[in-house]
């Protein structure tokens, strides 16, 4: 299995930009698709996007389409989420998820959060308007 440790997130501003990271350690982490969620308050978790194991193919919501970009590092381990211009709504608890697959197409629900067996603790983002 793999365990996941989110960071980076903090206090910002509408219009700001922040870059969260998520750091891997366990099995092999290119095995994994990574996707990113948030959960705001008195929300349902939601999905936020998804790369592929390589990196090479991403998949975003529209809410976060244009704004948000993810990008993995396969020898650091880590799993990035940029997020430029920065919205109130953005504010959130926001989560990493791990999902072993031979690839990202071939995961059933990859924006459904029961497809992800592995999670980080998560980091809190708080935009003020």
């Known amino acids: 299995q793999v365990q996941l440790v989110e960071s980076g997130g903090g206090l910002v501003q509408a219009g700001d930009s922040l870059r969260l990271s998520c750091a891997a350690s366990g099995r092999t982490f290119s095995d994994y698709v990574m996707g990113w969620f948030r959960q705001a308050p008195g929300k349902e978790r939601e999905f936020v996007g998804v790369t592929s194991r390589s990196g090479g193919l991403t998949y975003y919501a529209d809410s976060v389409k244009g704004r948000f970009t993810i990008s993995r590092d396969n020898a650091n381990n880590t799993v990035y989420l940029q997020m430029n211009s920065l919205k109130f709504e953005d504010t959130a608890v926001y989560y990493c998820?791990?999902?072993?697959?031979?690839?990202?197409?071939?995961?059933?629900?990859?924006?459904?959060?029961?497809?992800?067996?592995?999670w980080g603790q998560g980091t809190q983002v708080t935009v003020s308007s």
């Open positions: 998820a791990a999902k072993a697959a031979a690839s990202l197409t071939s995961v059933v629900g990859k924006t459904n959060e029961r497809s992800y067996p592995y």
